[in-house]
């Protein structure tokens, strides 16, 4: 006679990414570190080249991990997980740029906005030796071109869906994209 073979059973693990984000929604902290870990460096990487500040960008990551952590419970699975992050990452940032002009207009009235600044006005870039950061480049643009800048050539958006987000025309998108690149020939030339 032979008896049935039981083995025991494993304490149950999330089995991949997609679990982490259930796991986490309904409150485990530790799936919630998984995904973190996961997922900084690119969210990170998103903020500081959409503001050009890395401590600025440091600030903006843990921000989008707070919202993250606060609306993980809407996040319905239509899209990766990864591209609903990327979503709430750029709105983190348009956001709080929407906030400091707010703070800005209120506090210095009269100061030019950044992206009245003619392109005589953008500060020359340190080059160490013969070679050029492309990323200091980037940080050295006005903040709305450099937004458009790598929304759309960086992160692949298209103008209407620039425009959508930014609250501007499509054309308008061009028209800072044109600008972007021009300046940014200009800084590599030097």
């Given at each position: 006679?032979?008896?049935?073979?039981?083995?025991?059973?494993?304490?149950?693990?999330?089995?991949?990414?997609?679990?982490?984000?259930?796991?986490?929604?309904?409150?485990?902290?530790?799936?919630?570190e998984r995904i973190y870990?996961?997922?900084?460096?690119?969210?990170?990487?998103?903020?500081?080249?959409?503001?050009?500040?890395?401590?600025?960008?440091?600030?903006?990551?843990?921000?989008v991990f707070v919202r993250?952590?606060?609306?993980?419970?809407?996040?319905?699975?239509?899209?990766?997980?990864?591209?609903?992050?990327?979503?709430?990452?750029?709105?983190?940032?348009?956001?709080?740029?929407?906030?400091?002009?707010?703070?800005?207009?209120?506090?210095?009235?009269?100061?030019?906005?950044?992206?009245?600044?003619?392109?005589?006005?953008?500060?020359?870039?340190?080059?160490?030796?013969?070679?050029?950061?492309?990323?200091?480049?980037?940080?050295?643009?006005?903040?709305?071109?450099?937004?458009?800048?790598?929304?759309?050539?960086?992160?692949?958006?298209?103008?209407?869906?620039?425009?959508?987000?930014?609250?501007?025309?499509?054309?308008?998108?061009?028209?800072?994209?044109?600008r972007a690149r021009m300046?940014?020939?200009?800084?590599?030339?030097?």
């Amino acid at each position: 006679m032979t008896l049935p073979l039981t083995l025991p059973t494993a304490p149950s693990q999330p089995s991949g990414p997609a679990d982490d984000v259930a796991l986490a929604a309904s409150g485990d902290r530790r799936a919630f570190e998984r995904i973190y870990r996961t997922h900084v460096d690119r969210v990170f990487s998103i903020c500081c080249r959409m503001v050009g500040d890395r401590a600025k960008a440091e600030e903006l990551t843990q921000d989008v991990f707070v919202r993250c952590w606060e609306k993980l419970g809407t996040f319905r699975g239509q899209s990766a997980f990864s591209t609903w992050l990327h979503r709430l990452a750029v709105n983190v940032v348009l956001n709080d740029r929407e906030a400091e002009g707010r703070r800005r207009s209120k506090h210095d009235d009269g100061i030019e906005d950044m992206d009245a600044i003619s392109t005589a006005d953008v500060r020359p870039l340190p080059v160490p030796g013969l070679s050029l950061d492309l990323e200091a480049a980037i940080a050295a643009l006005p903040a709305g071109a450099r937004k458009v800048f790598v929304l759309h050539d960086v992160e692949g958006y298209t103008h209407e869906e620039i425009g959508t987000m930014l609250g501007v025309t499509a054309g308008g998108c061009k028209a800072q994209l044109h600008r972007a690149r021009m300046l940014l020939r200009r800084m590599l030339t030097r």
